[in-house]
């Protein structure tokens, strides 16, 4: 199949990276590997979102300072950059909206190029944090999208897919949005069993032909949850992490016993707001 003929897709990680480890780099590289081999997609660029404080996880540092990580990261990719929009958002926003934001930024930039106007963005510029500014694209029902644009997909691992059984952690129009109307690329660990829990789901099985499964044949276990535990003992986590990213987080001595009680006792915010929709 011709290049001219292959669809052009848009990877979109959203999440806590707190902070941020090879492994979420490497979930890019085994994602783009996959789409790619299949003929019928070509990955044009990848997308870290940091999720904002909003969210109220325990033991979540600052945007501020987890932008700036996936920034030091992503600095020598050609193809990953870094995205502050959801960050900076002063309530949580679903990760829905966010693929909505995203897609229809594309189309917006798609028409900008069209008509050739000379405040067009330059593709494949990395944004800093504090170029983007606050704004909420209106809600409206999922539209076909415009021809020759790429579609945004999310990506993410077993965790995230198995996350959707969670009660009130996801509204299930959104779990269908996601799946049926822009598509999930799953890195599987060892031990997941994301083909059952496709099966065992209906929403999900109804749109299992959008949901592509990818294998980690190399397997890597690292997770931010292990790295933060190693610092509050004192542990290494040099070639655990990027080595920007290891010096930012021992220069700012980020990651400690007192940093992990954040949030402490707070409900995380999804479970809030859709707790609290569901009551009213």
Known sequence: MENSEKTEVVLLACGSFNPITNMHLRLFELAKDYMNGTGKYKVVKGII????????????????????MAELATKNSKWVQVDTWESLQNEWIETAKVLRHHQEK????????????????????????????????????????????????????????????????????????????????????????????????????KHRSN???????????????????ALRRGQSIRYLVPDLVYEYIEKHNLYNSESEDRNSGVVLAPLLKNTTGAQS
């Open 106 to 205: 594309l189309e917006a930039d798609r028409q900008d190029n069209q008509q050739d106007l000379p405040t067009q963005e330059k593709p494949g510029r990395k944004r800093k944090w504090t170029e983007q500014e606050q704004d909420f694209s209106p809600k409206k029902p999922l539209e076909l999208k415009t021809k020759g644009v790429p579609e945004v997909k999310l990506l993410c691992g077993a965790d995230l897919l198995e996350s959707f059984g969670i009660p009130n952690l996801w509204k299930s129009e959104d779990i269908a949005q996601i799946v049926g109307g822009y598509g999930l690329i799953c890195i599987t660990r060892a031990g997941n069993d994301a083909q059952k829990f496709i099966y065992e789901s209906d929403v999900l099985w």
């Open 49 to 68: 979102s940091p999720v904002g404080d909003a969210y109220k996880k325990k033991g979540l540092i600052p945007a501020h300072h987890r932008v700036i």
């Open 211 to 229: 949901i592509h499964l990818v294998n980690e044949w190399i397997t890597n276990d690292i997770s931010s949850t292990k790295i933060r535990r």
